[in-house]
């Protein structure tokens, strides 16, 4: 009897449990797909937040757009992009187990999931950098993960990053995303460090020192959560 009654009680433990996942998970997924499917998911921002004069006077303005606008609007934004990530990132990655392919990184940047934030200095009609990102499930939870992050030679250390990086926390924080997530490679110190500034610190799902994979995956809370 003592038995029976133990296998009902954890029968029952198991049942709440699997419940309390699944309305977690349900919520989880309507964020996200509210915020995924907004058509400009930074409408929350504040002038302040994508309008800013950088250290050396450069105006830079932050607009959001999904990769299906850039590619019917302004394709040559795209080609940009992908030509900024392969001279910054090629000979990391290429210096690590991931190699560089080409191919697979101009299809993921151009996947329907995609947004875009663009700098973009219109006084001398420069674009100074960008950011890709989504909102996902993340483990189970959601997030706004940052796929990559990519600034001009000429416009680092005026803060751009920074910048994008707090347009990022601010959408994270109104769209109820539990944090913001990215992946970094861990032999790209001058990143790491940068991110580290920023507030970002060992997410609980990356790669410990010891395994082999060539990155770490940081994250930082949304405060409004």
Same mark, same amino acid.
């Given at each position: ?5 133990? &296998? ?6 198991? %049942? ?6 699944? +309305?977690?998970?349900? @919520? $989880? ?53 992908? &030509? ?6 090629? %000979? ?6 991931? +190699?560089?392919?080409? @191919? $697979? ?121």
């Amino acid at each position: 009897m003592v038995r029976v009654r133990r &296998s009902r009680f954890l029968k029952g433990v198991r %049942s709440a449990m699997a419940k309390r996942f699944s +309305g977690r998970l349900y @919520t $989880a997924e309507r964020r996200v797909r509210e915020a995924q499917h907004h058509s400009d998911p930074s409408s929350c921002c504040k002038p302040e937040v994508t309008i800013f004069a950088t250290p050396k006077n450069h105006e830079i303005t932050l607009e959001c757009h999904s990769v299906k606008r850039l590619k019917e609007k302004e394709p040559h934004i795209v080609e940009w992009m992908f &030509s900024l990530t392969e001279q910054n990132m090629k %000979s990391l990655y290429e210096s690590c187990a991931w +190699g560089w392919n080409p @191919t $697979a990184k101009y299809k993921e940047m151009t996947e329907s999931g995609a947004w875009y934030l663009i700098a973009k200095d219109y006084k001398n009609s420069s674009l100074a950098g960008f950011c890709h990102f989504r909102f996902v499930i993340d483990y189970g939870v959601e997030v706004l993960y940052c796929y990559e992050l990519q600034v001009e030679q000429q416009y680092r250390s005026e803060k751009i990053g920074s910048k994008i990086m707090l347009m990022l926390e601010t959408m994270s924080a109104h769209w109820k995303m539990k944090k913001v997530v990215l992946t970094v490679l861990r032999h790209n110190p001058r990143a790491i460090r940068f991110y580290m500034d920023l507030g970002y610190t060992f997410d609980e799902t990356s790669p410990s020192c010891e395994e082999p994979e060539p990155h770490y995956i940081f994250s930082k809370p949304t405060l409004a959560n």
